[in-house]
């Protein structure tokens, strides 16, 4: 089973900036496709970020789309998530999940994933 392992969270003030990361580590060279959602209290899951297995395709949110960019090693099986300009909405709990055989939108959608991992806060202050 795939264990994801995720950093990069904390504490920023708005105007700043975060880089997320996700290593995937199952002990194999599986190429998962790897997404981005977040979670404030009582609301639903946000899609914010995807990147292909193959890291030829991303995919945003458009409360993201402009000021983040994701990308991959996929040798490593590690994904970045870049966040600039980062406004107070963007505070919420990052989760980062992998998938097999994902396609196209289903990169954003939750239930694409297999995989979660066990998430970070990040915080902006204005």
């Known amino acids: 089973q795939v264990q994801l392992v995720e950093s990069g969270g904390g504490s920023v003030q708005a105007g700043g900036s975060l880089r997320l990361s996700c290593a995937a580590e199952?002990?194999?060279?599986?190429?998962?496709?790897m997404g981005w959602f977040r979670q404030v209290p009582g609301k639903e899951y946000e899609f914010v970020a995807a990147?292909?297995?193959?890291?030829?395709?991303?995919y945003y949110g458009d409360s993201v789309k402009g000021r983040s960019t994701i990308s991959r090693d996929s040798a490593k099986n590690t994904v970045w998530l870049q966040m600039n300009n980062l406004k107070p909405e963007d505070t919420a709990v990052y989760y980062c999940g992998a998938g097999l055989e994902v396609e196209g939108s289903e990169h954003m959608m939750f239930a694409a994933y297999d995989v979660w991992g066990q998430g970070t806060q990040v915080t902006v202050s204005s």
């Open positions: 199952d002990g194999t060279s599986t190429s998962y496709a």
């Open positions: 990147i292909s297995w193959s890291g030829t395709s991303t």
